[in-house]
């Protein structure tokens, strides 16, 4: 099975500023990883998959980047609804799932 | 649009079943470009997927390996809907469920782009 590492586990920013997240996995996925962002009481949204492409409808302002085995989330211009956790997913190997970043907004 | 609407009991007791509809609006079940999953997630197990269905000349069904004993994915064509049958349920299992549009086993490149609104199921007696 394909495990999928997120770091950090809690991240604070203000808001207007930049974070990056991280996910490692354990094999390689080569572009087969997707990024979900996920509010209180809602089921996940895709923001990215195939490693860099946005979703329809996501602000520019989240990339995605990496292949193979490490990959990133950037998101750039925090604002206050960007407070989530957000989850990197495979589909290289079946689908597993990592175990989330909480992202707040100061 | 197509939408998922989910239906289904919040609570089950331990030892007994538990089934979860999913409707389709505005897609067929049978589409030959995506398929349909179920993913759970709870605190301690987070996301986990669980199966899935599509129809590709016919129907196929992929399961989890640690819930391949206990689990079966059915489709009912007429009302445009699948379910989720889990057996022999514990604490464990309690969860938010999900049914979710993704790939089928040739859509190279595709992740999970239209989920459920979710239904928590408790097992407790």
């Known amino acids: 099975e394909v495990v999928l590492t997120q770091s950090p586990g809690t991240l604070s920013v203000a808001p207007g500023e930049g974070a990056t997240l991280s996910c490692m996995a354990s094999h390689n996925l080569k572009s087969n990883l997707a990024w979900y962002q996920q509010k209180p009481g809602q089921a996940p949204r895709l923001l990215i998959y195939g490693a860099s492409t946005r979703a329809t409808g996501v602000p520019a302002r989240f990339s995605g980047g990496g292949f193979g085995t490490e990959f990133t989330l950037t998101i750039s211009s925090l604002q206050s609804e960007d407070s989530a956790v957000y989850y990197c997913q495979q589909y290289e190997d079946w689908y597993t799932f990592g175990q989330g970043t909480q992202l707040q907004i100061k | 649009q197509v939408q998922l609407q989910q239906s289904g009991p919040g609570l089950v007791k331990p030892s007994q079943s538990l089934t979860i509809t999913c409707g389709i609006s505005g897609d067929s079940v049978a589409t030959n470009r995506a398929a349909w999953h179920w993913i759970r997630q709870s605190p301690s197990r987070g996301l986990e997927w669980l199966g899935r269905t599509g129809f590709r000349s016919q129907w196929f069904h992929d399961y989890a390996v640690s819930l391949k004993s206990r689990l079966t994915i059915t489709v009912d064509t007429p009302k445009n809907q699948i379910s989720l049958r889990l057996n022999s349920v514990t604490p464990e299992d309690t969860a938010v469920y999900y049914c979710?549009?993704?790939?089928?086993?040739?859509?190279?490149?595709?992740?999970?782009?239209?989920w459920g609104q979710g239904t928590l199921v408790t097992v407790s007696s």
């Open positions: 979710v549009r993704g790939p089928g086993p040739y859509e190279y490149g595709m992740s999970f782009d239209l």
